[in-house]
Nanobody, 130 residues
Framework: QVHLVESGGDSVQAGGSLMLSCVAS??????????LGWYRQAPGQEGEGAAT???????RYADAVKGRFTISRDSAKNSLYLQMNSLKPEDTAMYYC??????????????????????WGQGTQVTVSS
């Protein structure tokens, strides 16, 4: 059973930084070809894929976070990260770690994060105050 656990969410002021982490159990990143990503959902708003990273390290970002967020993966630690800088109030959301089970380790669109058979973590809350 694949299990993803996020951490690192917090309340910060605008302009601040946070690092989100996601640790996987039940499988090894090095043994399974999964694209990994972060999806965010704010109350009353449509969710969006924030970023993805392929098995070869290629990354993809939503326009809203490009230049401010950096996604990375460490296969040795079975971990996924999201470094968030220059945070804005509109970044406030629940952030979910996602393992994309289609595509052989490659995400072609941020919406690949919504594939029905993906694995999801329970989420970590990020709140940015102005």
């Amino acid at each position: 059973q694949v299990h993803l656990v996020e951490s690192g969410g917090d309340s910060v002021q605008a302009g601040g930084s946070l690092m989100l982490s996601c640790v996987a159990s039940g499988y090894r990143y090095t043994d399974t070809d999964y694209c990994l990503g972060w999806y965010r959902q704010a109350p009353g708003q449509e969710g969006e894929g924030a970023a993805t990273v392929d098995i070869d390290g290629r990354t993809r970002y939503a326009d809203a976070v490009k230049g401010r967020f950096t996604i990375s993966r460490d296969s040795a630690k079975n971990s996924l990260y999201l470094q968030m800088n220059s945070l804005k109030p509109e970044d406030t959301a629940m952030y979910y770690c996602v393992a994309v089970t289609k595509g052989g380790g490659y995400c072609y669109l941020l919406t690949d994060l919504l594939y029905d058979l993906n694995y999801w973590g329970q989420g970590t809350q990020v709140t940015v105050s102005s």
